[in-house]
């Protein structure tokens, strides 16, 4: 059977700056304590971008490990000969403990039955395997995975001392669910919480961890021995806007795509699935090759494009492969169109597309799909972070 592979016979793409990822990490390794690593969370395709090429943008940036979602993505990277510590952060099958070995990728657990599991899967391999370097992972307000009390931990600690021979205590780690809200009362409470929990260990691992983006924006992020730097590593507010950002983040990707059919209508016409939007006037109609099967989503039709420099409003619901835009004046076909990013003096952020969306910043970037082609740059926007420093200053 064979899949589609990603498309690069069309005029849409999306362009990641490389250079930008590198130097939003150098921005943040700059500021670890001695005995802080940065772990570059590339899960999600590196959140839409390129898995294997933002790793290794972030890794000559300076982090030291990675942090994916499943198994596979670890996978990824090994293949790609990126060798540095992988931690997978989701809960994986037991069964695959042999390869989380084999591959020295380590896992995240959530209780002493998935060692269990994982250790009789080991054994009935029949293959020599170096310990397998596990994270407990503490539930302290998320409500998603981990452990929730001390008694859940000592069972832990006490089956890895007695199994020493297929398991290492590498790291205990939480997550903290509104890190980047302006009420701090939630994430105090879970740090309180994670602080208490990790008093319990009779010996601490390696890594003891909580920082996510932003608690590293905004909060202690010296209180963690790995800053795992997801979404801001890729120039995106992790809290959407809502709050002002401490240091500059240069957005790494844009989205542009050119008008492949340019038309005038006049009063009275209709456009697009519905007939919802009606011209009033004569206008000048330009049509895109993008659409929500690209990740461009139907709830995006509130939202404008750029056009050398101007805007221009989305004209009746995006198709699944195609949509439409009211010009200002005539256009050629072949246009240049950004749909995220810079044109002329203005800008589109993933942010700003989210607020039409309904959604976040990190489901913009995440959603757009393998259709459209990757094309990486190694190209420093200096203009543009000097317009975010000064946006900066203005908002602090």
Excluded at 63 to 92: H, K, M, Y
Excluded at 354 to 368: A, D, F, M, N, Q
Aim: with cysteine; charged share 20%.
């Amino acid at each position: 059977m064979k899949f589609m592979k990603p498309a690069v016979h069309r005029n849409t793409k999306i362009t990641v700056n490389t250079k930008a990822i590198e130097q939003n990490v150098l921005n943040r390794v700059a500021l670890l304590e001695p005995n802080q690593e940065l772990f570059a969370v590339v899960k999600a395709n590196g959140y839409g971008h390129g898995a294997v090429e933002t790793a290794l943008a972030a890794k000559a940036g300076g982090a030291t490990g990675f942090c994916v979602a499943v198994l596979d993505e670890a996978l990824e990277l090994r293949e790609a000969g990126i060798s540095d510590p992988i931690l997978v952060l989701g809960i994986s099958r037991s069964e695959d403990a042999v390869i989380f070995a084999e591959q020295q990728i380590s896992a995240t657990i959530s209780s002493v039955d998935w060692l269990l599991e994982a250790s009789k899967v080991m054994m009935d391999s029949g293959k020599t395997l170096p310990p397998l370097h596990v994270h407990l992972a503490l539930d302290t307000g998320m409500g998603r995975i981990g452990v929730r009390n001390k008694r859940g931990i000592s069972l832990v600690e006490k089956f890895i001392t007695s199994h020493h021979e297929y398991f290492a205590l590498e790291g205990v780690f939480t997550h903290f669910a509104k890190a980047d809200d302006e009420d701090t009362a939630h994430v105090e409470a879970q740090l309180a919480k994670f602080e208490e929990l990790v008093d319990s260990f009779n010996e601490l691992p390696k890594y003891v961890h909580c920082s996510n983006s932003a608690w590293a924006l905004w909060h202690r992020p010296e209180l963690s021995s790995i800053v795992r730097y997801g979404v801001a590593m890729y120039g995106i507010n992790p809290s959407n806007g809502e709050l002002p950002l401490p240091v500059a983040l240069e957005p790494a990707l844009s989205l542009t795509t050119e008008m492949v059919y340019v038309k005038q209508l006049h009063k009275g016409d209709t456009i697009s699935y519905g007939a919802t939007y009606v011209c009033q006037e004569s206008e000048w109609i330009a049509t895109l090759p993008i659409g929500y099967a690209d990740g461009w989503l139907r709830s995006y039709n509130t939202l404008e494009v750029l056009v050398d420099g101007k805007r221009c409003p989305v004209a009746g619901r995006i198709c699944m492969d195609q949509m439409m835009i009211r010009l200002p004046e005539y256009y050629p076909a072949g246009t240049k169109v950004t749909l995220i990013g810079k044109s002329g003096e203005d800008l589109i952020t993933a942010e700003e597309v989210s607020h039409h969306g309904g959604t976040i910043g990190y489901e913009v970037v995440c959603l757009l799909s393998d259709r459209i082609p990757r094309e990486y740059v190694a190209e420093f926007a200096t203009e543009t972070l000097d317009d975010l420093e000064e946006e900066i200053e203005i908002a602090g």
